[in-house]
C-alpha cells in the first residue's frame, strides 16, 4: 500500500534523512556550490578539521556527505591523487570519553572495510585492512568492552591477554591501517562527522570535550573530521588557544534560497519519477509554502510534506483529479496548528515574548533581554520555561557565553506562529488564558 508508488513515484521524495555520499545525494543537493567548494578546499589544501555551523535541518550532515562524494569521483575520473572517502555513519561527541574513543575506533574500521573493494582497486591498500574484520568479531568489540573475549587474537596469543590489551591492539591496527592508506594530506583522508555539538550543551563542555580529543582521535594521522553545530557552539568552543591550528573556522550554512527550492523539488521529483507526476500533491508551490511556513527549514519542511500527503491519502483527496493543492494545504495547517493550539497554555506575558521572539527572525541570545523589555536575565529566563514547556521553542542558557544564540523557536513554535499570523490578533487560536495551569 504505497501512496508514492500510486502518484507515479518510485519511493518516497521527501524523505528527511541527511543525503548520503552517493550519485543519488549529488542529484538531490540543491543551491549549495559555494559551501561545497569551500569545504573542498579546505580539505584538499589544509590538514584543518573543518567546522560548518548551521541551524538543525539546514543541511550540514547532507553537505559534508555530498561533498565527499564529489571528491571521490574526481579521484575515481583521475583528476586528483587525493582520495577523500566518507565515514559510514556521523558520531556524535558525548563525554564518557572511554565509550566515544571505542565507537570512534570502530566507526573508522567499518568504514574502511566498506571501502575495503575499491581502495584495493585504486592500489591502495593496507595489510592491516586483512586482519580488521575478525578484530571487529571479537567479543570483547562486540559488546563494547569489559572481560576477556574470544582470544580470536591473530597478534598475540597470549591467554592473559588483558581486555584493555586487546583494544590497545585493535587500536594500533586501525591507526596503521589509516597512516598506511592516508600517510599524508597530500594522499587524501577518511573523512569523518561530529555532528550536532550543540547538544554538548555549554560553550565551554563542547571545548573542554574538543580539546581532550585534539591528541587523541583529532590527532590521528589519515582521517580529517567535520564539525558541525548550531546555536553557534562551533564558533564559541573552538577559539581556544589550545585548537588553533587544529581546528578551521566554521563554514556558515545558510538556509538554501528560496528561490532555489523550486529546482529541490523538481530534482526529488524527477530522481523518484516513475511516469507522469502530475498527481504528486506537494510540488514547488506547496513546498515553498510549506518552506514559508517552517521559517525555511528543510528538515521540518520535507517532514511535513509527508504528513501533509499521508493526512491526503486518509482523506481520500489522493483519488480526485486535483490541479491545485495549496487550499488543502490551508486547511491541514490549520487542524494541526489548531491540535497544537489546544494544549498550550500561555499567559499574556509568554505570548507576547512568543510574538516578539517570532517577529526577531525567531532566535535571540539570554544577553537580549532588555531587548525584550525584561529587567533581568532572571526575569526573561522564567517566562522562556514556560514557552520551553509548550514546546514552542528550545531554550538553553549558556553560562559562558550569553551572547550566544541559544534560545530559538521549534517547528510547533513556527506552525504556531504562522497560525497566529494569519488570524489577526490571533483571536481564533490564540485565547489568552486567565486561569494559570502553570506551577
Ligand atoms: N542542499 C540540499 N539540497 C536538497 N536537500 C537537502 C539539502 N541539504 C539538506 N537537504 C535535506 O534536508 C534535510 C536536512 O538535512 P541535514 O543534512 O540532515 O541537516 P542538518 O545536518 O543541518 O541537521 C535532509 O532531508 C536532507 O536530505
Ligand atoms: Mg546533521
Known amino acids: ?22 550519485a543519488e545525494g549529488a542529484s538531490l543537493l540543491v543551491g549549495r556550490d559555494r559551501e561545497v567548494t569551500a569545504l573542498t578546499l579546505q580539505l584538499e589544501n589544509t590538514t584543518l578539521h573543518p567546522t560548518v555551523e548551521g541551524l538543525n535541518g539546514v ?32 558520531l556524535e561527541i558525548h563525554g564518557d570519553f572511554a565509550a566515544l574513543e571505542r565507537s570512534v575506533y570502530q566507526e573508522i574500521a567499518q568504514s574502511l572495510l566498506l571501502h575495503r573493494d575499491f581502495l584495493q582497486q585504486c592500489g591502495r591498500y593496507s595489510p592491516a585492512l586483512d586482519s580488521l ?22 597478534v598475540t596469543n597470549e591467554a592473559n591477554a588483558s581486555a584493555g590489551f586487546e583494544e590497545s591492539g585493535f587500536r594500533l591496527l586501525v591507526e596503521t591501517a589509516l597512516a598506511e592508506l592516508f600517510p599524508t594530506s597530500a594522499r587524501g583522508a577518511l573523512v569523518g562527522i561530529f555532528d550536532n555539538m550543540e547538544l554538548l550543551g555549554k ?17 590521528l594521522t589519515g582521517i580529517r573530521w567535520v564539525l558541525c553545530g548550531s546555536r553557534g557552539i562551533v564558533r564559541a568552543s573552538i577559539s581556544s588557544q589550545r585548537l588553533t591550528g587544529k581546528i578551521a573556522s566554521p563554514i556558515e550554512l545558510g538556509p538554501i534560497p528560496d528561490d532555489k527550492i523550486d529546482d529541490l523539488v523538481n530534482a526529488r521529483l524527477a530522481h523518484y519519477s516513475a511516469g507522469n507526476p502530475n498527481g504528486v500533491p506537494v510540488q514547488a508551490a506547496e513546498f515553498a509554502h510549506l518552506y514559508a511556513v517552517t ?14 500527503t499521508v493526512w491526503l491519502a486518509m482523506q481520500g483527496e489522493l483519488d480526485r483529479p486535483r490541479q491545485d493543492f495549496l487550499p ?8 494541526e496548528a489548531a491540535l497544537i493550539n489546544e494544549s498550550i497554555r500561555l499567559q499574556p506575558r509568554q505570548w507576547k515574548m512568543f510574538d516578539d521572539l517570532s517577529a526577531a527572525g525567531g532566535s ?32 538553553e542558557i549558556d553560562e559562558d557565553d550569553r551572547r550566544r544564540r541559544t534560545v530559538s523557536l521549534s517547528s510547533k513554535g513556527w506552525l504556531v506562529r504562522y497560525a497566529r499570523s494569519k488570524f489577526e490578533d490571533g483571536a481564533q487560536l490564540n485565547t489568552p488564558t486567565t486561569t494559570s495551569n502553570e506551577k
Not at 137 to 154: A, D, E, M, V
Not at 210 to 216: K, Q, T
Not at 328 to 335: C, K, S, T
Not at 370 to 394: K, Y
Open 133 to 154: 574484520p575478525s578484530w571487529l568479531n571479537t567479543p570483547i568489540l562486540r559488546s563494547g568492552g569489559g572481560g576477556i573475549g574470544g582470544l580470536q587474537l591473530n
Open 203 to 219: 560553550s565551554s563542555v563542547a571545548q573542554a570535550a574538543l580539546e581532550r580529543l585534539r591528541d587523541g582521535v583529532l590527532g
Open 59 to 90: 543541511g550540514k550532515t547532507s553537505l559534508v556527505f555530498v561533498t565527499c562524494y564529489f571528491a571521490m569521483e574526481r579521484f575515481k575520473a583521475r583528476e586528483s591523487d587525493q582520495l577523500f572517502l566518507p565515514m559510514r555513519k556521523p
Open 328 to 335: 488543502l494545504l490551508e486547511a491541514w495547517l490549520a487542524e
Open 295 to 308: 521559517n525555511a527549514n528543510l528538515r521540518d519542511t520535507l517532514k511535513y510534506a509527508q504528513n501533509f
Open 1 to 22: 500500500m504505497s501512496i508514492w508508488t500510486d502518484l507515479n513515484l518510485t519511493d518516497n521524495p521527501y524523505g528527511s534523512d541527511a543525503l548520503q555520499a552517493s
Open 364 to 395: 535571540c541570545a539570554p544577553g537580549d533581554f532588555a531587548d525584550f523589555g525584561f529587567n533581568s536575565l532572571q526575569a526573561m529566563r522564567t517566562c522562556l520555561v514556560h514557552i520551553e514547556r509548550a514546546h514552542l521553542i528550545d531554550a
